[in-house]
């Protein structure tokens, strides 16, 4: 009799204890979200998304990245292993392999393929070195809780679905369809494959991208036509309407549109349902990744009208995300966080233009400069592997087929380089790897440091200065200055409380809280520290 009360009472503790968890939680990142977008469009706002979470919810106003390159891949592998590039591995949405001589991408297999479309499906999140709260989650109550990642790009629903989810979905440039890998599953599951059936990327581009207001509300914008942006496809202009039809057969065209956004809430919708996410006491993770604010905002800049329409109309679509999840899950049983993956900086042709710091450089420069530089001192060869992520990868082979002194070499590139006028600093790798810094920006490049994947040489460029192998218009973001690290982070729901704090945050902080909120494991490699504002 003892014993069965016993067993009673076990089971009655463990009903309680995941009752005292919200159902689902759901991480919601937004590609290259300046926090200032909140304050700048905040009239313009509706009541039941930004607002909403902001109101009802607690926002960190002075949240950073804490470490460079701001990059999406390292930006989302940051918010869901709690820990920055030097742990978690993804040191850029590409980096170099000396090994095979050439750039990867930072989720890139090889051994996996495609799923459902034609194109951008070999890829896995086994580059990501630590596990992630996603990860935990599954850990903790032995893969009965779902996790399911949605995003337009690849890298924005793997890595934050962690290593063994229930599915993590993208779209596919080619065939227009929402895909998945085989590293995950041999088929699509039938409701993706239904929403493959409505064609919805042709439905979008087949109507004109007009503004969602009249165009007098756009006045925290500069004029819609301006030298400061780059066509969506040649011959279309830079000013509304854009002319969709015109290439609708370009099923790729459509990431530089608000209407992904669209695409992505609405396989997010039929995730909750399909998968029959927060229907039982084991909480479960939906990861919703909205990236057309960046493809955007990459073309038009943060003053553009299509950045301020795009975010009107991302309001709209997290409205009625929430209310869908109020409906299906419960007012008040999930538990939403609301964060970007990086900022971006001005158009410096439109800050030079306004007497503001800001100019240009060119990468092919760079390594022509070096070439030239290194092969005065040492003889001729190619000493450039690669230069990416601000970071030069010599070629070590060569060095050491010569019998050169690899330091002297390391040194002469530094000196070439901050002779420049646009690099404010320059290390050789060895120095950053000690991670002795103290200075802001120089502890965020060590934070970005991995001595396995990193190049030889790491340099920082002057502020709101970019590459321009893509033309003078449009924006960018990789840097440690603030335009590109303050980001929102917002907690709403199950567990928060209505507030806001001053306190300078990091975006490894999130993982630990959530992983606190939900009381189970903190990721493997966490580094940050949990909000305290939301335990008091």
């Not at 990468?363 to 970071?391: H, P």
Request: aromatic fraction near 12%.
């Amino acid at each position: 009799m003892r014993k069965t009360f016993s067993l009673l009472l076990l089971s009655f503790t463990l009903i309680l204890s995941a009752q005292e968890k919200p159902k689902l939680v759901v991480g919601i990142v937004v590609d290259q979200m300046r926090y200032d977008y909140i304050s700048r469009y905040w009239s313009d706002f509706e009541d039941g998304g930004f607002k909403r979470l902001i109101e009802g919810g607690f926002l960190f106003r002075n949240a950073h990245y804490d470490y460079m390159p701001t990059k999406t891949g390292p930006g989302h592998a940051s918010i869901f292993t709690g820990t920055t590039p030097a742990r978690h591995g993804i040191v850029g949405n590409d980096w170099y392999v000396p090994a095979i001589g050439r750039n990867i991408n930072c989720v890139e297999d090889t051994t996996a393929t495609v799923v459902g479309g034609v194109s951008n499906g070999e890829v896995s999140p086994r580059n990501v070195k630590t596990t992630t709260i996603t990860d935990e989650l599954r850990l903790f109550y032995n893969f009965n809780s779902k996790v399911i990642g949605i995003s337009l790009k690849d890298r924005g629903a793997v890595i934050p679905a962690g290593h063994n989810p229930t599915g993590a979905y993208w779209y596919d440039l080619q065939s227009g369809n929402m895909i998945t890998s085989s590293y995950y599953r041999n088929n699509l599951p039938d409701w993706i494959k239904e929403y493959n059936k409505q064609k919805r990327p042709a439905f979008f581009l087949s109507k004109k991208w007009e503004l969602l207001r009249d165009e007098s509300v756009y006045n925290e914008s500069i004029e819609d036509e301006n030298p400061y942006e780059q066509e969506l496809r040649k011959g279309m202009g830079v000013t509304f309407p854009h002319d969709l039809p015109s290439h609708k057969k370009d099923l790729s065209l459509l990431k530089y549109t608000p209407f992904t956004n669209t695409m992505i809430k609405e396989v997010a919708m039929k995730a909750v349902i399909a998968e029959e996410l927060g229907m039982d006491t084991i909480p479960d993770f939906l990861t919703v990744s909205f990236s057309a604010t960046d493809d955007i905002g990459h073309r038009f800049g943060p003053r553009s009208m299509e950045v301020q329409d795009t975010y009107l109309r991302l309001d709209k679509e997290i409205s009625e995300l929430l209310s869908y999840l109020d409906e299906k899950v419960g007012k008040g049983q999930y538990t939403l966080f609301l964060s970007a993956d990086h900022g971006a900086t001005d158009v410096p042709s439109y800050m030079h233009k306004n007497k503001m710091p800001g100019g240009y450089h060119n990468n092919g420069f760079i390594k022509n400069m070096l070439t030239d530089g290194l092969t005065k001192k040492f003889g001729e060869g190619k000493w450039i592997s690669s230069i990416i992520n601000e970071q030069v990868y010599l070629n070590k082979a060569l060095i050491s087929e010569k019998g050169i002194d690899f330091k002297e070499v390391k040194q002469h590139s530094i000196d070439l380089l901050m002779q420049e006028d646009y690099i404010v600093e320059a290390f050789d790798a060895d120095v950053v790897a000690l991670r002795m810094f103290t200075d802001p920006s120089l502890v965020r490049l060590q934070n970005g440091y991995d001595n396995k994947r990193c190049g030889d040489i790491l340099y920082i460029l002057s502020p709101s200065d970019l590459n321009d192998a893509w033309g003078r218009q449009g924006t960018d973001h990789r840097t440690p200055y603030t335009y590109d690290t303050h980001i929102p982070i917002i907690f709403y729901g199950y567990g928060i409380k209505a507030g806001e704090s001053l306190r300078p945050v990091a975006i490894t902080d999130i993982a630990p809280t959530v992983s606190l909120l939900l009381n189970i494991s903190l990721p493997s490699g966490a580094s940050g520290e949990p909000l305290k504002e939301l335990f008091e």
